[in-house]
């Protein structure tokens, strides 16, 4: 099918999460509508989708959830056992510099390469390299949302992390992101616009409860001190605030613990599309920055 033909297409979002899977249909502009389906427990394993065959059935028979082959199709899936790198190369020319990325990784990182799905993007250049971000997927992760999806009845086009998706969302250059749920947070740091930290971290307490405010607020602490470590020149995040996303936003932002825990204000602020009613806005963080994703790159 020509890009053309496909990027005139409605866009469906579809983001599985531990309890729902939540949906938009809509484009780069609007979204039009929206859904949740709500998932059995242990939907989730690991980052894994136990039963990608019932998932993908709950999907398709969710109230209004989308049915028809003429449609984009684009996935979110968690952080949770994916790896991240920034790999500084010389500067060559189109295939030439494709070929020595795939070398570097093969090399760098053998493991990687043999378990994981990886995908790679040239960010920057600077000082005569060319400044490559390589993610690597378990195998395992992201076959199992693809399959869940292609049960629905989908075909999958794209795929992106959520806590990617949700600072495209955002469309901060520079921002500290946290993606929570309930069960789960996604933390990441982006400067110009390039992740420099990301972490998936379980809760180990019910959303709203003490003990789970004190973890969001001692896992931003933990990840905010980690990346000054290591990047003792940049004075760029001590500006910047927490931005909080996902379906346990509200309740974290009200955690009154974080700022002192971070020294960080907290923030929600519009997101670049908007959810009618707009309180749900913040829920579809993911599957918003999903819509904005440039799927002919």
């Known amino acids: 099918m020509k890009m053309r ?3 005139g297409q409605p866009l469906l ?3 599985i999460h531990d309890r729902e899977a939540r949906w938009t249909l809509g484009g780069r502009s609007r979204v039009r509508a929206q859904g949740r389906v709500a998932l059995p427990p242990g939907a989730l394993s690991d980052g894994v989708v136990a ?3 019932t998932t993908g059935q709950l999907l ?3 109230d209004g959830f989308p049915r028809g082959s003429r ?3 684009v996935v979110a899936i968690p952080a ?8 500084e190369l010389p500067l060559m020319r189109g295939k030439q510099f494709d070929e020595l990325v795939a070398r570097e990784i093969r090399r760098e990182m053998p493991m990687l390469a043999e378990n994981a799905h990886i995908s790679w993007q040239r960010v920057a250049d600077r000082e005569g390299k060319g400044v490559v971000f390589v993610v690597g997927v378990a195998r395992d992760v992201l076959d199992s949302h693809i399959a869940a999806v292609r049960a629905a009845g989908l075909q999958p086009q794209s795929v992106d992390l959520r806590i990617i998706a949700a600072a495209r969302a955002v469309g901060a250059t520079d921002a500290i992101i946290a993606n929570i749920e309930d069960d789960e ?7 110009e616009g390039v992740p420099a930290i990301i972490r998936y971290v379980a ?3 019910p959303c709203g409860e003490p003990a789970w405010r004190d973890q969001v607020g001692e896992e931003l602490a933990r990840t905010l001190k980690f990346y000054r470590d290591s990047h003792r020149d940049d004075v760029t995040i001590d500006a910047l605030p927490i931005t909080f996303v996902g379906g346990a936003a509200r309740h974290a932002i009200l955690a009154a613990n974080i700022t002192a825990s971070t020294a960080h204000e907290v923030a929600m602020p519009a997101l670049r599309l908007t959810i009618t009613p707009e309180q749900e806005t913040q829920s579809y963080a993911a599957n918003i920055g999903l819509a904005l994703k440039d799927l002919a790159a």
Request: overall charge positive; charged content about 20%.
């Open 71 to 73: 449609m984009q199709v």
């Open 13 to 15: 979002t579809i983001a």
């Open 60 to 62: 398709r028979d969710g």
């Open 5 to 7: 033909r496909l990027l």
């Open 185 to 191: 947070m996604e933390i990441g740091i982006f400067i």
């Open 51 to 53: 039963d990608p065959a």
């Open 203 to 205: 809760m180990s307490a």
């Open 80 to 87: 949770q056992r994916s790896v991240f790198r920034q790999v």
